[in-house]
């Protein structure tokens, strides 16, 4: 979490203390869901593998 907290705070002071929350929020959903496509292309390709290697 602390290495958020620098670059939130940079915004921050940028803005004038007004983060764009629907900006901060479509970049974190975007993150995420970077992240669970990852994943589960990461299961789909173990589930792959022990499926016809194991």
Partial sequence: MFGL???LKKA???????IHFKAVL???FFSLN????????KF????FHTGFGG
Wanted: glycine share 8%; hydrophobic share 45%.
């Fill in 5 to 7: 907290e620098q670059p």
């Fill in 12 to 18: 921050m002071a940028k803005s004038g203390g007004k």
């Fill in 26 to 28: 479509r970049r974190l």
């Fill in 34 to 41: 970077m992240v669970k496509s990852i994943i589960v292309f």
């Fill in 44 to 47: 789909s390709l173990a589930h």
